[in-house]
């Protein structure tokens, strides 16, 4: 039994939200919260400080907007949502406006990449809640054409992102210019050291709330590895596309294996677009909304999407490249099987790259099936000695030995085992 069918007997209601605000869900045809919202809402309602940990997928923006519009619909001030991407504003703003709407709240995004006269003509309308990327943010800042002395609620979604991605120093800043006095959220999918010490240092005793371990996968993700040489990826790749035909999210670790992933789809046919940080915003949001409409098929990625994509129905993944980073698995595989529906999410790993997968077995507390193709050959992982015995060594010219590098060598030898 998944965790939505246990929850069958629970509704919105007796979490504490408003009579409104109940109305606007119904019409929505949200009736069963997910266990990060039932947790959340009721806590967030009395102003206290939250550190919210669950997997994608979960409705976690949901869990903040409905009582962040529940407070300003009662009192003054203003909300700052603080986001990594792009994409991901974009959909935070498109869950607000549903709930603010009603109210007369009005929101803004304010996001690199997109025009910044609009932006300033949206802010003199005067939003009481701002989704913003740090970058961006602190570009309004420094044209103070943006103030925070009013904002009393601060949330930081997909904080183990942001921090990945190199935020730390904005996001500081930031806070320095919201009052202390506000209610602090902060959601993430993983908590790394450096959160628990972001929010020792900006919160006031934070209630944790956590619906699955740090690190865990959708429960209705089917997982699979294929073992295939770099060379082989490509055609197994098409034959994998044969065999699903709903929409299919395609990730690989550089934005030109993204290029060329997607331009070869499109040579052969198939409706195909790619996204990553060399396209612009308008690129980026179009190939978003056609993959969302069904115009394309197929969207390839890199890593800038693995949280920025909310589209119900993804039937696949497919890990075409293995993650740098080995926590960013968990993030690319939760874009399928959102919401309690089941999804499937397919790795390629090379012979070399047993490591890489026993390091994602052991984040995510499961054993990953290795599976075969029938026109394609066996293939193993080698073994890390083997394979490190394997590589040639450097056949360049020989360094003439002199008395100085004698010298050199001597020295280094020396020094080494002192320090050890």
């Known amino acids: 039994m998944t965790q939505i069918q246990r929850q069958t007997n629970i509704s919105f209601y007796g979490l504490g939200i408003a009579p409104r605000i109940l109305d606007i869900l119904d019409r929505m045809k949200f009736t069963v919260p997910t266990p990060i919202q039932h947790k959340t809402i009721p806590i967030a309602i009395e102003d206290k400080d939250i550190i919210g940990v669950a997997q994608t997928g979960t409705g976690k923006t949901l869990a903040f907007t409905i009582p962040i519009i529940q407070r300003l619909s009662q009192r003054k001030g203003r909300a700052l949502i603080l986001v990594p991407t792009r994409e991901l504003a974009t959909q935070v703003n498109e869950v607000f406006q549903k709930i603010a709407q009603p109210f007369g709240i009005k929101t803004v995004v304010i996001?690199?990449?997109?025009?910044?006269?609009?932006?300033?003509?949206?802010?003199?309308?005067?939003?009481?809640?701002?989704?913003?990327?740090?970058?961006?943010?602190?570009?309004?800042?420094?044209?103070?054409?943006?103030?925070?002395?009013?904002?009393?609620?601060?949330?930081?979604?997909?904080?183990?992102?942001?921090?990945?991605?190199?935020?730390?120093?904005?996001?500081?800043?930031?806070?320095?210019?919201?009052?202390?006095?506000?209610?602090?959220?902060?959601?993430?999918?993983?908590?790394?050291?450096?959160?628990?010490?972001?929010?020792?240092?900006?919160?006031?005793?934070?209630?944790?709330?956590?619906?699955?371990?740090?690190?865990?996968?959708a429960e209705r993700i089917i997982q699979e590895v294929f073992i295939v040489k770099q060379s082989s990826k490509r055609q197994l790749l098409i034959k994998l596309l044969d065999r699903y035909h709903g929409p299919v999210l395609i990730f690989t670790r550089t934005k030109m294996g993204a290029k060329k992933t997607a331009r070869g789809l499109q040579r052969m046919n198939y409706r195909a677009a790619e996204i990553h940080s060399n396209r612009s915003l308008a690129q980026r949001k179009e190939a978003l909304d056609g993959f969302k409409?069904?115009?394309?098929?197929?969207?390839?990625?890199?890593?800038?999407?693995?949280?920025?994509?909310?589209?119900?129905?993804?039937?696949?993944?497919?890990?075409?490249?293995?993650?740098?980073?080995?926590?960013?698995?968990?993030?690319?595989?939760?874009?399928?099987?959102?919401?309690?529906?089941?999804?499937?999410?397919?790795?390629?790993?090379?012979?070399?790259?047993?490591?890489?997968?026993?390091?994602?077995?052991?984040?995510?507390?499961?054993?990953?099936?290795?599976?075969?193709?029938?026109?394609?050959?066996?293939?193993?992982?080698?073994?890390?000695?083997?394979?490190?015995?394997?590589?040639?060594?450097?056949?360049?010219?020989?360094?003439?030995?002199?008395?100085?590098?004698g010298h050199r060598h001597r020295q280094h030898y020396r020094q080494h085992h002192r320090q050890s």
């Open 111 to 217: 996001i690199g990449g997109a025009s910044m006269h609009l932006q300033l003509k949206a802010l003199r309308k005067n939003p009481r809640v701002l989704v913003a990327t740090p970058g961006r943010l602190v570009d309004h800042m420094e044209r103070r054409t943006v103030l925070l002395a009013d904002v009393n609620v601060l949330v930081l979604d997909e904080a183990d992102r942001m921090l990945d991605m190199g935020f730390l120093p904005q996001i500081e800043r930031i806070i320095k210019f919201v009052p202390r006095s506000r209610q602090t959220m902060l959601f993430s999918a993983t908590i790394p050291g450096e959160i628990v010490r972001m929010a020792a240092a900006h919160m006031k005793l934070p209630v944790h709330v956590e619906v699955a371990p740090s690190g865990t996968t």
């Open 293 to 405: 409409s069904g115009k394309y098929k197929i969207l390839v990625a890199t890593d800038i999407a693995a949280r920025g994509i909310d589209v119900t129905g993804i039937e696949l993944v497919i890990n075409y490249d293995l993650p740098d980073d080995t926590e960013h698995y968990v993030h690319r595989i939760g874009r399928t099987g959102r919401a309690g529906h089941e999804g499937r999410a397919i790795s390629f790993a090379t012979p070399e790259q047993g490591k890489d997968v026993r390091s994602i077995e052991k984040l995510i507390k499961t054993a990953l099936p290795i599976v075969e193709h029938p026109e394609f050959p066996k293939e193993k992982f080698i073994e890390e000695s083997k394979y490190h015995q394997s590589q040639k060594p450097y056949q360049g010219r020989r360094r003439r030995h002199s008395r100085f590098h």
